[in-house]
């Protein structure tokens, strides 16, 4: 409740001073606890860190005590009831769909070394994804302001700005892993957990779908948080179907496939649904078939090839990356001139 105050009020400095905090007091806690220590002593050290943190502008957020209170007509309740329920429970189901929700399926057919493996695969993945979703916080919020504002032709052309920017960072970011996934684990985890690299390189395809983040923040916005709802529902039930359907063939690259296929898939839904809502000028098509493109390649590659040498894997990243760049440079369309004026009418 505390982040979410400092988000509405766009104190970011705040959050990043409480996240620095966080994270100091994790790290040297963790250091410096005994060699005795078990996880319930690292727990505690969490619970300091997570504290102190929390105390990061409360003088800030105590001023939401003193506001006077107001009158609200009911049917204003009603939709602010609607918007937080819808978005309680696309919380609650994105965790499994974004997070580890097949992990008591693989645990349940395959055992704990599955479990295992399956892990460092998906927590790598999982850096990028963080990575890659690092500065949603603050356009998410500024895109709320705008389309509060009644400034919705600014907040559709930030929207496709922030797309654009993010196939190109998710496109490289995903050639890193495609490429030398292997080596990463290698040199992250250990060489024992080498059989996680084919789930890792199918986990990294569907990073395409974190391109759509900010159509589905206004999605949610639009629709009061039902189609979120509702599209993540739908992606949890693919994924638990496709796990049991292919994990005892696939083992945990069936897992893997699964969740690739329901990120996809709710990607796919949103930029559909997008177009539906705002209009074609709102997503970029053509953009995300040219990154598929060449990502489907890199990984063609390397499941043909199979072990390539550390500076065959340089050249094919070099060219790769080179190759995406180029398809992701698009000229300038008669489109972009109109989006633009359309904007500057706007104002």
């Known amino acids: 409740m505390q982040t979410a105050a400092l988000v509405g009020l766009k104190r970011f400095d705040l959050i990043f001073r409480a996240n620095t905090i966080a994270a100091a007091v994790m790290l040297t806690g963790t250091a410096l606890l005994p060699s005795a220590a078990d996880i319930a002593d690292v727990i505690k050290v969490m619970a300091l860190a997570c504290i102190l943190a929390a105390t990061v502008g409360s003088s800030t957020t105590k001023t939401f005590l003193?506001?006077?209170?107001?009158?609200?007509?009911?049917?204003?309740?009603?939709?602010?009831?609607?918007?937080?329920?819808?978005?309680?429970i696309s919380s609650l189901v994105a965790s499994l769909v974004w997070s580890r929700g097949e992990f008591p399926v693989i645990k349940t057919a395959l055992g704990d070394l599955a479990v295992a493996q399956y892990a460092v695969a998906i927590t790598t993945c999982g850096a990028a994804i963080q990575g890659v979703m690092l500065g949603l916080g603050?356009?998410?919020?500024?895109?709320?302001?705008?389309?509060?504002?009644?400034?919705?032709?600014?907040?559709?052309?930030?929207?496709?700005?922030?797309?654009?920017?993010?196939?190109?960072?998710?496109?490289?970011?995903?050639?890193?892993?495609?490429?030398?996934?292997?080596?990463?684990?290698?040199?992250?985890?250990?060489?024992?957990?080498?059989?996680?690299?084919p789930s890792l390189r199918v986990l990294t395809l569907g990073l395409l779908s974190l391109s759509v983040s900010t159509q589905s923040l206004l999605l949610q916005i639009e629709t009061d948080g039902r189609f979120n709802r509702d599209s993540l529902l739908v992606g949890v039930a693919l994924l638990y179907i496709l796990v049991a359907a292919v994990i005892y063939h696939w083992g945990i690259l069936g897992a893997a496939v699964a969740r690739s296929g329901a990120m996809i898939f709710i990607a796919m839904a949103t930029l559909?649904?997008?177009?539906?809502?705002?209009?074609?000028?709102?997503?970029?098509?053509?953009?995300?078939?040219r990154s598929c493109c060449?990502?489907?390649?890199?990984?063609?590659?390397?499941?043909?090839?199979?072990?390539?040498?550390?500076?065959?894997?340089?050249?094919?990243?070099?060219?790769?990356?080179?190759?995406l760049l180029l398809a992701l440079a698009r000229p300038k369309r008669p489109t972009d001139s109109a989006d633009r004026l359309w904007v500057a009418r706007s104002k």
């Not at 006077?68 to 309680?88: H, I, M, Q």
């Not at 654009?164 to 060489?191: K, N």
């Open 272 to 289: 559909v649904w997008s177009v539906k809502v705002f209009g074609s000028r709102s997503v970029s098509f053509c953009e995300h078939r």
């Open 66 to 88: 003193y506001l006077r209170s107001v009158d609200v007509d009911p049917s204003l309740w009603r939709v602010v009831k609607t918007y937080a329920g819808n978005t309680w």
């Open 294 to 323: 060449v990502l489907i390649t890199v990984f063609a590659i390397q499941v043909r090839v199979g072990s390539l040498s550390f500076m065959e894997r340089v050249v094919l990243f070099v060219i790769s990356s080179g190759g």
């Open 138 to 197: 603050g356009v998410g919020a500024h895109l709320t302001s705008l389309w509060g504002q009644g400034r919705k032709e600014e907040a559709l052309s930030l929207s496709r700005s922030v797309m654009d920017l993010q196939l190109t960072v998710i496109g490289v970011g995903a050639l890193v892993l495609l490429v030398f996934g292997d080596q990463l684990l290698e040199f992250r985890i250990s060489p024992s957990y080498a059989a996680a690299a």
